[in-house]
């Protein structure tokens, strides 16, 4: 039986977990917290405390890491880089879930995976030197877009009064139905091609404004007003976000590992998810 441990099961690796096949595939994710084990042994997967691991499994046979870096660097490395290592060659497919903020600011240009990086925050950086760090197990790269999905979504948003249509001139974002992010782990799974990288977004990108409105216009509700960047009160998180602008390309998971987006643009997404 293929064995897949997740260091970290959140709303991406739970999205894939739940896609395999559970008579195939024995699922173990990590979390720091007890309440976050509960949460995946009550899906059906085995969840273990992060802490309390002090081996990687022998029957490990996948791996996906979505655990971000912190100030001094991957906290999956500074514990398992030696054990990683020793055991690089028994592993049929490791990924590392990373960001598409590695390309930093593009001015709304295109970027695809062979677009040098030049992030432009704190945080893009530390995913630029997370990717480095990990070529040691040549590992599949996936960069991943906005997601959102199922909980998590424009339509939540405008529902808790939370939503905001900031205006910045020429911002152009690009996004990801989780269920499209499990969907491409799975189809890699199937045609591994280590140390690959692959854009992970889907085929329109847009200003976020649009998204908000349209999200309204499926609701009934009228859109909140919009409020020039320059005016807008956000978090720094959310400031980040408006840092960059660029449009991103997926044309190579299409054509190399022939998948077929299950939401291409955020109108299908909205819509399922209504």
């Not at 990924?95 to 945080?123: F, H």
């Not at 349209?214 to 009228?222: C, P």
Request: with cysteine.
């Amino acid at each position: 039986m293929n064995h897949l441990l997740c260091f970290g099961f959140g709303f991406s690796a739970q999205a894939l977990a739940h896609r395999l096949d559970r008579e195939q595939w024995h699922i173990t994710g990590t979390s720091r917290s007890a309440d976050g084990v509960e949460s995946i042994n009550s899906q059906g997967f085995e969840g273990v405390l992060f802490e309390e691991i002090n081996t990687i499994p022998n029957s490990v046979t996948h791996i996906v890491s979505s655990v971000p870096p912190d100030q001094v660097g991957d906290p999956v490395l500074r514990k398992f880089k030696p054990e990683l290592e020793a055991r690089a060659n028994s592993f049929a497919w490791v990924a590392y879930l990373s960001t598409t903020g590695v390309y930093g600011d593009r001015a709304g240009a295109t970027v695809d995976e062979t677009a040098d990086l030049t992030p432009n925050t704190e945080r893009g950086q530390r995913r630029v030197d997370a990717e480095a760090a990990w070529a040691f197990l040549q590992p599949h790269i996936f960069r991943l877009a906005g997601i959102y999905g199922l909980g998590r979504n424009a339509l939540e948003s405008l529902k808790a009064g939370t939503a905001k249509r900031v205006i910045k001139q020429g911002q152009i974002f690009s996004r990801i139905h989780v269920e499209d992010i499990a969907g491409i782990l799975q189809a890699s799974i199937e045609k591994p091609n280590p140390s690959r990288i692959y854009n992970v977004a889907d085929d329109e990108p847009c200003p976020p404004q649009d998204v908000i409105t349209y999200a309204a216009q499926l609701l009934d509700m009228t859109p909140p007003p919009e409020i020039p960047f320059e005016q807008a009160e956000l978090s720094p998180m959310a400031k980040s976000f408006y840092a960059d602008s660029k449009r991103v390309s997926n044309a190579r998971v299409k054509e190399e590992l022939g998948y077929k987006f299950l939401y291409p643009n955020y109108r299908d997404g909205l819509k399922a998810l209504l």
